[in-house]
């Protein structure tokens, strides 16, 4: 974030604690888009985002008292967006995979499309659609400590600075954690690689880093 942002965001905030409603519509207006985003990485399902993002700025209005700017707003902001998804997925633990058919056309095709996961961690692949799928699915099955760090990393584009900030680790904790669900999905993928390609992956390929 710019130096500009992060000062207009100092502003806006110190309006929402006098009590200022407008500026905090601003600030929804800001982030919202980004919010549900997020939300729909970690929940695959339109209507649980959906109330991620009320749960998540009903939650930064009742407690923006607490924001003491020692990190971006942002930072603090995705670490109720990333708490508020994981309570929604405890909620519905007992359904555990929601179908992409279940999503309206638009919200299915945009998220399909949305931005492009790096693949820095399997280059040996070609994404088509159905990988997609099938990553998207190997993702949502990782333990919800490797998942936020992936999340938010390799698929929101965060850095290991703001990933740490968010999740309130220490930046080697991160790239620890980045770097064995790195792993955990390449093996995970390993079987459909095999069949996609019909070649057998070396065992001794050079590891992933975890500084990518």
């Known amino acids: 974030m710019s130096a500009s ?5 100092r502003e806006l905030i110190k309006q929402v604690k006098k009590g200022s409603q407008e500026a905090f519509e601003e600030l929804v207006t800001k982030y919202e888009t980004k919010v549900l985003n997020l939300a729909m990485r970690y929940t695959r399902n339109q209507e649980d985002a959906e109330e991620v993002l009320q749960d998540v700025f009903s939650t ?6 607490l924001f003491q700017g020692k990190s971006a707003f942002s ?5 109720i967006v990333v708490n508020a998804a994981f309570m929604k997925l405890r909620k519905r633990r007992q359904d555990k995979s929601i179908p992409m058919e279940d999503l309206s056309p638009t919200v299915r095709q945009q998220y399909l499309d949305g931005d492009p996961i790096q693949t820095n961690f399997t280059d040996e692949f070609t994404f088509t659609r159905e990988l997609r799928e099938i990553l998207r699915g190997a993702i949502e099955k990782l333990p919800e400590q490797y998942r936020s760090v992936f999340v938010l990393r390799d698929v929101n584009g965060l850095s290991n600075q703001e990933v740490a900030e968010v999740l309130e680790l220490s930046i080697p904790a991160v790239k620890s954690r980045l770097h064995r669900s790195r792993l955990m ?4 993928l390993k079987r459909y690689y095999t069949e996609f390609t019909g070649l057998i992956p070396c065992d001794d390929a050079k590891p992933i880093s975890a500084n990518a």
């Open 75 to 79: 930072s603090w902001m995705y670490r």
């Open 185 to 188: 999905l390449r093996k995970k």
């Open 5 to 9: 942002q992060a000062q207009i965001d």
């Open 60 to 65: 930064i209005h009742r407690k923006i008292h």
